[in-house]
């Protein structure tokens, strides 16, 4: 049977022509494409929508796809800064963002992501919903950096929390392996986070920064 949960669960949705124009256009400008699964993606609209975030901060862009189904659950009044190493993705996600109508919302900042997010906490901005989804032995970095900048009650989630199950074999201890394990950890311990790991897709992590009164 070729049919699998994921693909089963896909095919109850309508065609997404935003979404699918993202994967266009990484096929056309040969780029691999490791954008969020369609149904992470709609988990991300849903927990922004939920939460009721009008600022989130994405870190790693590729072509928009996870950009578009962030802002997508945001308020009309909502800003999405997404912070992309590689200036041509970033023109090509806000080239997405834009075509899915959403190009108003977004603001990509260009370079290290760390470097950027030094900037936006000395600017004195915040944010009340994160997304990590960048480079991997900077997890437990992103994910200080987004306490410092977190608004009480705002959710962190993570991609790839499992590293295809390099994080949970023994055997596997390089440096992307070893920050994930850290960073899984801080998910599970920090007493300033209420987290949860989800063993779907790649590995999902989510938290939320504790209020003070918590
Ligand atoms: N979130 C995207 C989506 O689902 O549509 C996929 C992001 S892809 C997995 C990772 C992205 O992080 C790439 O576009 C890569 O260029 C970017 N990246 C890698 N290292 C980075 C760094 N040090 N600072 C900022 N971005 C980085």
Do not use: W
Request: with cysteine; proline share 3%.
């Amino acid at each position: 049977m070729d049919r699998t949960p994921e693909s089963y669960f896909d095919a109850l949705y309508e065609t997404d022509a935003d979404l699918e124009r993202v994967a266009e256009c990484l096929r056309e400008a040969g780029m691999r494409d490791i954008s969020v699964a369609a149904g992470y993606g709609r988990l991300l609209t849903l927990l922004v929508s939920a939460s009721g975030a009008v600022n989130a901060l994405e870190i790693g862009a590729l072509g928009g796809y996870s950009g578009i189904c962030l802002a997508r659950g945001l308020p009309a009044k909502g800003k999405l800064v997404s912070l992309e190493l590689q200036s041509e993705y970033a023109e090509l996600a806000k080239a997405n963002l834009t075509a899915a109508g959403h190009g108003d919302k977004v603001e990509y900042l260009v370079g290290e992501a760390a470097a950027n997010l030094r900037q936006l906490k000395e600017s004195g901005a915040s944010f009340d919903f994160f997304f990590i989804d960048a480079d991997k032995e900077n997890y437990p970095l992103y994910l200080e950096a987004c306490l410092e900048l977190a608004n009480p009650g705002a959710i962190i989630a993570a991609d790839n929390t499992l590293l295809r199950g390099k994080t949970i074999d023994p055997a596997k201890q390089g440096p992307s392996v070893q920050a994930l394990r850290q960073f899984n950890l801080t998910i599970a311990r920090d007493a300033r986070l209420q987290g949860v790991h989800l063993p779907a897709y790649d590995g999902l992590a989510l938290a939320r920064v504790k209020a003070g009164a918590d």
